[in-house]
């Protein structure tokens, strides 16, 4: 029975692995369109923005939006450097997008191999904590969508997650091949996002408060001077290649715009995904604080704490991300997220493995008495959610996981009523033993639930509208000459797999539009500065694919006279002679 036993555990983490596996291969499959009998691979429409730099510098016309155009319009330098690398390959453009997202699929696999290691040391090597933060971690739908739909989320949270995990090990051993690795990974993650200055700087601190080696100020004033370097050359790089020194889209999403502004959106998107999503796993983290301050393993918690809060207050301070209506962390939020899952799991296992029973009942019903309410609160307000599913699903499949819970807490209360530990039977093993896994289950559940239930009828947010957009891209590719221009507000895949001069009439790869004044219509991150008249006047597009605003009248009279409407609401110029016949009778 022991071998038995041991074999079963021996396979749980190959299944978490290979279960992992199964599932992103299937989620990418569902994200290609024949197109021509040809399978195309999509990705996310900034991510294509991110591929359009990266095959226009595999092609040797530099890191350019626009050939001959240096706006820098990216802000995930080392990923368009990857994506570059992946366009040196003898491979067709439909199929790149494929590899990054195979690309996306082995970070997601090392970085739960990653958390794997940090629940090893923060739990004591507890198989229940490290098995838990595996398992959400693989299965977190934010992680997921956002790293397999190509952007850099995921290569920053494996990034970020490595840097945790050799800063618990030089607390062990201040050895020298770790700090090399520590040096070269924070300078790593600079590269990939600039911002996460703010990540690496609260790492730093706290690997400087943790630690006491022999040379210790030197170190950090090494790793401090590596970090000034970086920064210098970055900006140089910028300002030499650019003439600018910020990334377009801080000034297209920070200047002009008060940060009144940005902290209330900041603020309620936040509170919206908090409330809504986050809250479940963050209340067992607030339980175990409460109730174990001793514990010897409490301190390595505060870096995962710190690393979550500190993305959380980031989100807040740019105002949040401009897809919040998304039911799920948003692109700044999850790469704190496998930190906060493995405080999560070693928060399950503290307070229902080493708690009196008489505690266990107290936070049974404390967790029991949330999800009614936020179930209650859900149905009576008339969830978006509730709405969007149009039925009972979403209520059913929650209300039956915690009625069930409900039915558990009340054997447990019966079966470990005593304070003594007692086992009395089977039965007893069996609920002691089930309750803390359904309990996880639970909280899962209502974290991910309506992001895969929306994932599994209509596939994921955006893949739709990635597909057309692709599509599209493809027929002007095809139906217009190599002289013909297009303007688009969605600037990801028409530009890529059209291969046309394209005009951003949202200001990403314009200087322009990103230095002017926001509209005063409403904030929308990355979305709220335009001037659609001095685009299309100045540029001259063959085609005016979307307009992300009603055009106003001097707009309208300039289009009325030099562009006409298709039924699809596309503009094309009169007198183009760039555009085919056969395109407009498609339109």
């Known amino acids: 029975m022991k071998n038995i036993s041991s074999g079963l555990k021996s396979l749980i983490f190959p299944t978490i692995i290979l279960s992992s596996v199964f599932f992103y291969a299937y989620f990418i499959f569902r994200n290609s369109v024949s197109i021509n009998d040809v399978s195309y691979f999509t990705l996310f429409d900034d991510a294509m923005i991110s591929m359009r730099y990266a095959k226009n510098f595999a092609a040797g016309a530099g890191l350019v939006w626009n050939p001959n155009e240096f706006v820098e319009g990216y802000t995930n330098f080392l990923w368009v450097i990857w994506m570059a690398i992946l366009h040196l390959l003898p491979l067709d453009q439909s199929k790149i997008p494929l590899l990054v997202s195979l690309s996306g699929m082995i970070i997601l696999i090392l970085n739960v191999l990653v958390v794997?290691?940090?629940?090893?040391?923060?739990?004591?090597?507890?198989?229940?904590?490290?098995?838990?933060?595996?398992?959400?971690?693989?299965?977190?739908?934010g992680l997921v969508y956002w790293t397999l739909r190509g952007m850099e989320v995921g290569i920053l949270t494996l990034t970020v997650n490595y840097i945790i995990l050799l800063i618990?090990?030089?607390?062990?051993?201040?050895?020298?091949?770790?700090?090399?690795?520590?040096?070269?990974?924070?300078?790593?993650?600079?590269?990939?996002?600039?911002?996460?200055?703010?990540?690496?700087?609260?790492?730093?601190?706290?690997?400087?408060?943790?630690?006491?080696?022999?040379?210790?100020?030197?170190?950090?004033?090494?790793?401090?001077a590596a970090l000034i370097l970086l920064l210098l050359a970055q900006t140089t790089f910028r300002y030499i290649y650019y003439d600018d020194l910020f990334p377009n889209t801080y000034y297209l999403k920070l200047t002009g715009i008060p940060l009144i502004y940005r902290l209330e959106r900041g603020i309620h998107v936040f509170g919206n995904i908090f409330f809504a999503r986050l809250l479940p796993i963050i209340i067992p983290v607030i339980l175990y604080l409460s109730f174990f301050r001793k514990d010897p393993l409490r301190k390595r918690t505060y870096c995962l704490l710190?690393?979550?809060?500190?993305?959380?207050?980031?989100?807040?301070?740019?105002?949040?991300?401009?897809?919040?209506?998304?039911?799920?962390?948003?692109?700044?939020?999850?790469?704190?997220?496998?930190?906060?899952?493995?405080?999560?799991?070693?928060?399950?296992?503290?307070?229902?493995?080493?708690l009196n029973p008489g505690k266990i009942?107290?936070?049974?019903?404390?967790?029991?008495s949330f999800y009614l309410l936020m179930i209650i609160t859900f149905f009576l307000n008339n969830s978006?959610?509730?709405?969007?599913?149009?039925?009972?699903?979403?209520?059913?499949?929650?209300?039956?996981?915690?009625?069930?819970?409900?039915?558990?807490?009340?054997l447990l209360y019966f079966f470990i009523k005593r304070k003594n530990d007692t086992p009395r039977g089977k039965l007893y093993l069996v609920i002691k033993n089930l309750y803390p896994v359904i309990i996880s289950l639970t909280m899962f559940s209502i974290v991910n639930q309506y992001a895969y239930l929306t994932w599994s009828m209509k596939n994921a947010f955006y893949v739709d509208l990635d597909i057309n957009k692709t599509v599209m891209g493809v027929k002007i590719s095809e139906k217009t000459s190599e002289d013909a221009r297009i303007a688009v507000s969605l600037a990801g895949s028409e530009p890529y797999f059209s291969n046309r001069y394209s005009i951003d009439l949202l200001g990403k790869m314009d200087k322009y539009i990103a230095k002017s004044k926001p509209s005063d219509?409403?904030?929308?991150?990355?979305?709220?500065?335009?001037?659609?008249?001095?685009?299309?006047?100045?540029?001259?597009?063959?085609?005016?694919?979307?307009?992300?605003?009603?055009?106003?009248?001097?707009?309208?009279?300039?289009?009325?006279?030099?562009?006409?409407?298709?039924?699809?609401?596309i503009y094309l110029k009169k007198g183009s002679t760039s555009v085919s016949k056969n395109l407009i009778e498609k339109f």
Not at 130 to 138: G, K, N, P, Q, R
């Open 521 to 569: 219509e409403f904030y929308l991150p990355g979305h709220s500065k335009w001037d659609y008249y001095y685009s299309i006047s100045t540029y001259n597009p063959d085609l005016i694919l979307e307009l992300f605003q009603k055009p106003d009248d001097k707009l309208q009279n300039f289009l009325d006279s030099n562009y006409l409407l298709l039924p699809n609401n």
């Open 361 to 368: 009942f107290f936070i049974s019903g404390t967790l029991i």
């Open 384 to 410: 978006p959610e509730y709405k969007i599913i149009h039925g009972k699903l979403w209520v059913d499949k929650t209300t039956l996981i915690t009625l069930s819970s409900v039915c558990l807490i009340i």
């Open 306 to 354: 710190g690393l979550f809060t500190i993305v959380c207050i980031y989100s807040v301070y740019v105002g949040g991300d401009a897809w919040e209506w998304m039911p799920y962390t948003n692109r700044y939020i999850t790469v704190g997220i496998p930190a906060l899952i493995i405080l999560f799991s070693m928060s399950i296992y503290k307070l229902f493995y080493e």
């Open 168 to 224: 618990f090990r030089l607390q062990e051993n201040f050895s020298r091949k770790d700090v090399v690795k520590f040096v070269i990974s924070v300078l790593c993650c600079l590269l990939i996002r600039a911002d996460s200055i703010f990540i690496v700087s609260f790492l730093i601190v706290y690997l400087y408060s943790t630690v006491d080696p022999p040379d210790k100020k030197k170190f950090f004033l090494l790793l401090f």
């Open 116 to 141: 794997r290691s940090i629940a090893e040391k923060i739990s004591g090597n507890s198989r229940f904590v490290v098995t838990l933060s595996m398992v959400f971690t693989a299965f977190f739908y």
